[in-house]
């Protein structure tokens, strides 16, 4: 297990961890609980659809100018400003019954998001680089437990309802209030975690340098090509498991249930796989692996095999995961994180849309389309993150 975690988690370090359970235990339960709440308040697909894509429209449309000020002016004034968002949001939202209000709290919540932007270059700052990948390995794999663990509180309605007879809208409801529960308590969680490094490190920084810059735009670049892959056909996967193998609720959350475990795990092995072989080859390895196990599920004569192999994919990508993000940190100055990943994360987003989008486009005309663009874009990934990397990172073994 030693060999596994990193060597020394600092005070802050667990602030921030525990602050990270929280969201994922919240994450876990509003997965499960808000379409399904929406849907009983009496809304349509298509106002659901306007609602989040206004949500994600509020995170993007701050992400940058958020990461900007957490470097000049501190990342704990940043997460207070998301806090103050967030109440008001989180209120309207329990409280919407009309499109109107429903459009307004996911607006603020969105916008509370962008906060958010300051933790992954907050969490880099508690490790030395030669702890980094380990350390980002123990954050995914906790992260990803927690959103397993907050996905069995899908139970709770059912019995709720059964037992006390509450109605199915009370029982979502309690459901959300508890999550709601969780995300507020994080807050103060990750605040204490950047006030524990010192006033040196909560603000101050620069403008991006030309060296950061250079890598920036180069990791906008893959995460683009790396979304598109992921999203054009991922986003879409219920709707391709029932089309193609008539698969329902019960296959599907099993399948899922699966790969939280299977993602977790990778998670938590792939900082003691990085110092053996590299992080820089085995996320091209990672990805390049990926394609064809990708393409396969186009060919898959069930549910089961197609199952399986989206298991496996999911295993390779989620041991690349945490060391990309880990080497992105690794290569930027700390008065940059923040503003960088704001940029990243808004790249991330906008190729996250676009690939939902296209994805549906291509699907409406055949089911194995996605798939096929997706796997070719995932063996660019991984020859593309090599040749623009390669010449940046040290590699600890070839």
Not at 108 to 120: E, W
């Amino acid at each position: 297990m030693k060999s596994i975690l990193p060597k020394r988690i600092p005070r802050g370090a667990r602030w921030f961890l525990a602050g990270r359970i929280m969201s994922g235990l919240g994450d876990g339960i509003t997965n499960i609980a808000v379409q399904l709440y929406l849907v009983e308040l009496g809304f349509n697909a298509g106002e659901l659809g306007l609602a989040f894509m206004l949500k994600l429209a509020g995170t993007a449309l701050l992400t940058i100018p958020t990461g900007y000020l957490a470097d000049r002016h501190g990342r704990d004034r940043v997460l207070s400003s998301g806090l103050i968002l967030f109440i008001p949001g989180i209120i309207l939202f329990i409280a919407s019954r009309t499109m109107e209000v429903l459009i307004l709290s996911l607006l603020l919540l969105g916008l509370s998001d962008a906060a958010f932007v300051v933790l992954t270059p907050l969490y880099s700052s508690f490790f030395k680089e030669e702890d980094m990948d380990r350390a980002f390995s123990l954050d995914g794999f906790l992260s990803i437990s927690s959103l397993s663990a907050g996905s069995l509180f899908g139970f709770i309605p059912p019995v709720l309802v059964g037992s006390l007879g509450l109605r199915v809208l009370d029982s979502y409801w309690g459901l959300l209030i508890i999550a709601a529960s969780l995300y507020i308590i994080r807050f103060p969680l990750f605040i204490y975690s950047i006030r524990s490094l010192g006033k040196l490190q909560r603000g101050g920084g620069s403008r991006l340098s030309v060296r950061s810059k250079d890598v920036v735009a180069r990791f906008v670049l893959l995460t683009a090509i790396l979304n598109l892959g992921y999203g054009v056909f991922f986003n879409l996967l219920p709707y391709y498991a029932y089309r193609r193998f008539g698969a329902g609720s019960d296959i599907l959350g099993l399948l899922f249930s699966v790969s939280y475990i299977v993602s977790a795990v990778a998670n938590f092995i792939a900082g003691r796989v990085s110092e053996r072989f590299g992080s820089l080859s085995i996320i091209a390895a990672c990805f390049g692996l990926c394609a064809p196990v990708y393409l396969s599920i186009s060919q898959a004569p069930s549910i089961l095999w197609a199952s399986i192999l989206i298991l496996l994919r999911l295993g390779l990508a989620n041991i690349a995961s945490p060391l990309i993000t880990s080497l992105f940190m690794k290569l930027l100055r700390e008065g940059e994180k923040a503003t960088a990943n704001g940029i990243l994360m808004t790249a991330s987003i906008g190729s996250t849309a676009l690939a939902t989008l296209l994805g549906g486009f291509l699907m409406e005309r055949d089911l194995n389309l996605p798939i096929y663009l997706g796997s070719g874009l995932y063996a660019l990934y991984a020859s593309t993150f090599y040749l623009l990397l390669k010449g940046r990172v040290k590699e600890t073994s070839l």
